[in-house]
């Protein structure tokens, strides 16, 4: 039976638009350099903590580690001109990870590692935010990448690299208490150090070793204005508790 002249321009049709759609995403792909966001199955150490390693050509290898409401490391400053592979992982909930102006966009899902490539070519501040919904602090989980002019080396913030932030991590505290200054359902742990506390009570109290020592053993007794009384006790030996109070130290500047 003989091809209807109609049904022949139907198929030339088709034929010429799945073209099109190849050699757009081919243009897309190579040259816009927008690629599509890939995920590595988790379980590789090196993706589970944060980390920022320098490769040859400018190229750094960055690994963020995304969790409530933090991004680590929360500002890493590189030299205009350098490009980053950024992998990202979740210790908890799905965050998302968009850097504005660039082609970088990717949803962070727990168990898997999702990952991108971008090039900063002109200097200025990037900011990195959130994109999906993660709880009470999703408005305030952001970061930055600062891409300044005749840097030399990178520079990074936020790497939880003190024995006390990954004990407080360990612990769960984190997931309360942010260390940017950030809100969350408990205060703030930037800056918290030395600074006085006003309690439910309506007394006041200075963060010393005596009053850490008694919010980490009777959180609920001694609960602090405007926040709930909802801190679990923790378990804590004399070495631990050194440790997390010099991580609240450091965090005092
Ligand atoms: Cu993380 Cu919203």
Redesign the pocket.
């Known amino acids: 039976m003989a091809i209807n002249i109609l049904e022949k321009r139907a198929l030339m049709g088709a034929v010429a638009f799945v073209m099109l759609s190849l050699a757009l995403t081919a243009y897309a792909t190579w040259g816009l350099g927008i690629n599509v966001a890939s995920c590595i199955p988790l379980g590789t150490k090196p993706f589970e903590e944060a980390s920022v390693v320098k490769h040859d050509g400018n190229i750094y290898e960055v690994h963020y580690v995304?969790r409530?409401?933090a991004f680590e490391p929360n500002v890493l400053r590189v030299p205009t001109g350098s490009t980053l592979d950024i992998y990202a992982m979740s210790k908890d909930v799905t965050?998302?990870l968009e850097i504005a102006g660039t082609n970088v966009n990717l949803m962070v899902v727990p168990g898997a590692v999702a990952s991108g490539r971008v090039r900063f070519n002109k200097p200025g501040i990037y900011s990195m935010v959130?994109?999906?919904?993660?709880g009470k602090g999703?408005e305030n989980?952001n970061a930055r990448i600062e891409v300044v002019d005749g840097l030399n080396d990178f520079a990074v913030e936020g790497l939880p690299s003190s024995p006390g932030m990954k004990l407080m991590d360990s612990k769960g505290c984190l997931a309360c208490h942010s260390i940017d200054g950030s809100a969350g359902v408990g205060p703030t742990f930037k800056g918290a150090w030395g600074s006085t506390v006003k309690m439910t009570d309506g007394s006041t109290r200075k963060l010393d070793e005596g009053f850490f020592s008694d919010m980490v053993q009777h959180p609920t007794v001694y609960s602090v204005d405007g926040f709930a009384p909802v801190m679990p006790e923790i378990q804590l030996s004399a070495d631990e508790m050194k440790q997390m109070e010099d991580y609240l130290k450091e965090l005092k500047k």
């Open positions: 995304t409530m409401w965050h998302g959130c994109h999906e919904f993660c999703h989980m």
